[in-house]
């Protein structure tokens, strides 16, 4: 019990502006008091209204009270702070200055917690009881605590707004149904809710939808994205193993080279050597035999000089030896010849695959923006486009397979998708296209509209070239046209029921061909795609008539 006393001091003691125990206490002519500070900012606030009140009591003053500090609350407010007690936390169950507070209570007020639109007014937990205890009370709409609830008022009639004006798409009052919005298109704000929150859950719907759409997308593109880096990773250890191989296949080659040059050398050295000595000795004998020529030639006896001369002994046999360039060093001479084309033979090699893997690393595109020229190159690319059922119109009828259209006089029972086309004849494809793609379209007799599209729920009942997010071929029994941002281009070319089209996503281009036994380019678009594309078409009034994807494998 003492304890609950003194928390009852400390409330006292406390200002109602700031929650704190009072700072230079004053009192006002109605008996509150408050903090010295809080008061007058409270009151310079209001200073231009000239209304200086209570902010408790609402008591109003004229002139602006004299503020004179109440010493003997001060005196008791340091006793307070001596005692080491501190002022009891705030109570979340008051009202701040941010909160919206019970219209019923007196004095110091409690948060409100419900707002009711039928009195106008904002409750306590207290004050809101009969609301749920009284039984006409329980028929009010309570909402969240408002401030604005004033706004439900009508200023003219001082009568709850509980209608709504679709004429002038504003709430009004019972009475101004009958006056001055008398013949309009009138409804209870009830039944208006009702039928924004049915719109509500569309929008939501197309949001989730196309979510749902973009997460495909991003999924589609994470996969290319690591299909490209598993492909590079495969290329790069390709390309390191098939080096690698090379590179030790030149060195197999270059040391058995090297020991085949090293035994030729040791043997043609040898042999030279051998030749070298034999002409050493024979160079020997030839000196000796000279001397001993030199002594005859100097014998004074004619008959000894003829006698030693005539000898066989004096005969010298020459060895012969041949002076044109040795069979050694032609054989060098040959072997570095051929290493010579070897060389440039893997040179030549060397310029010709680095170019080509240069332009693969450098830019892809360059390899890859080399569209297909005969149509089997271009099958190689072929999809297999499914239409989508929750796009096409209800004056669309589709085959079994989801690939043909037919116009009909009488409309299909599609239930309702938020991205079905409903004010042109138009259908898309069911899948995102990116990567490189081809596909083939038969027409009937009766114009159409080949196109591709991004799948935005806001466009998708435009015309397929209408805005800057479609491409379209028209393809009509006399003329090509080109459709894009609203704007038509003439097209020329072969006639053909047949259309190829051509999408190669990363490097922007989009190709229309007449497809016959050659393949006729009609048009040709270089830009930049930012999202995947649906192919699309967009047939005319003309009952009866067909367009389909054609089947290429």
């Known amino acids: 019990m003492a304890q609950k006393g003194v928390k009852l001091d400390q409330e006292t003691f406390s200002c109602s502006i700031c929650l704190d125990l ?33 902010p408790q009591c609402r008591q109003t003053f004229t002139p602006r009270p004299v503020l004179v500090k109440n010493t003997m609350l001060a005196v008791l407010v340091e006793e307070l702070k001596k005692t080491g007690l501190q002022a009891a936390p705030a109570d979340h ?10 219209d019923f209570c007196t004095g110091r007020k409690l948060k409100a917690v419900k ?33 604005n609830l004033q706004e439900n008022i009508c200023s003219r009639h001082d009568e709850v707004m509980k209608m709504f004006c679709r004429t002038d798409q504003q709430f009004i009052c019972y009475l101004c149904s009958v006056d001055e919005h008398k013949g309009h298109d009138t409804v209870s704000a009830a039944a208006e809710r009702t039928e924004r929150q049915r719109e509500l859950e569309g929008s939501r719907q197309k949001i ?16 290319e994205v690591e299909a490209l880096n598993c492909s590079a990773e495969e290329t790069v250890e390709d390309s390191e193993k098939i080096f690698t191989e090379l590179i030790r296949l030149i060195e197999k080659r270059s040391s ?56 066989p002994t004096h005969l010298v046999k020459y060895s012969s ?20 084309q070897v060389t440039k033979k893997l040179q030549d090699i060397q310029d010709m695959g ?111 070239g209408d805005n800057d997010t479609s491409w379209a071929l028209g393809i009509y029994s006399s003329r090509y046209e080109f459709r894009h941002k609203n704007v ?20 922007g281009i989009l190709s229309f061909y007449s497809v016959s036994e050659t393949m006729t380019l009609l048009h040709r678009v270089q830009t930049t795609f930012t999202q995947p594309l649906h192919a699309g078409f967009c047939l005319y009034c003309s009952d009866g008539d067909t367009v389909e994807f054609c089947k290429t494998n």
């Not at 989730?208 to 759409?213: E, G, K, P, S």
């Open 321 to 340: 030896f041949c002076t044109s360039k040795p069979i050694f060093l032609q054989y060098f001479d040959t072997l570095q010849e051929a290493i010579s």
């Open 208 to 223: 989730q939808q196309r979510i749902q759409d973009r997460e495909k997308d991003v999924k589609v593109l994470q996969q």
């Open 93 to 102: 169950c008051y009202a701040g200055a941010e909160d919206v507070s019970c």
């Open 488 to 507: 038509t281009t003439p097209v020329s070319g072969p006639r053909s029921s047949t259309i190829g089209v051509y999408l190669d996503h990363s490097a």
């Open 22 to 54: 009072l700072k230079y206490p004053v009192t006002i002519p109605c008996g509150h008091s408050y903090c010295l500070n809080c008061i007058k900012t409270h009151w310079d606030k209001n200073c231009e209204k000239k209304l200086h009140s209570c």
């Open 256 to 311: 058995e080279v090297k020991q085949q040059i090293r035994s030729q050398q040791e043997t043609e050295v040898s042999r030279v050597k051998e030749l070298q000595e034999k002409l050493e000795q024979e160079i020997t004998e030839l000196k000796r035999k000279d001397a001993e020529l030199e002594q005859l030639s100097h014998t004074e006896d004619h008959n000894q000089f003829l006698q030693k001369y005539c000898s």
């Open 115 to 147: 707002s009711c639109l039928v009195c106008l007014a904002s409750y306590c937990d207290k004050h809101l009881r009969p609301h749920y205890d009284v039984a006409p009370l329980k028929k009010h709409k309570l909402v969240e605590p408002s401030k």
């Open 354 to 464: 680095w170019t080509n893997m240069s332009l693969t690393v450098t830019d892809m595109g360059v390899l890859l923006l080399q569209e297909p020229k005969t149509r089997d190159e271009f099958l190689t690319y072929s999809r297999q486009i499914i239409l989508d059922p929750n796009t096409v119109n209800k004056r669309l009828l589709l085959s079994e397979e989801n690939r043909e259209v037919t116009v009909v006089n009488y409309e299909q029972s599609y239930p309702y998708h938020p991205d079905r086309c409903t004010d042109k004849y138009q259908v898309l494809s069911r899948e995102g296209l990116i990567g490189r793609c081809y596909w083939e379209v038969e027409k009937g007799k009766a114009g159409v509209l080949v196109a591709v599209t991004y799948k935005d729920s806001d466009t998708v009942n435009e015309k397929f």
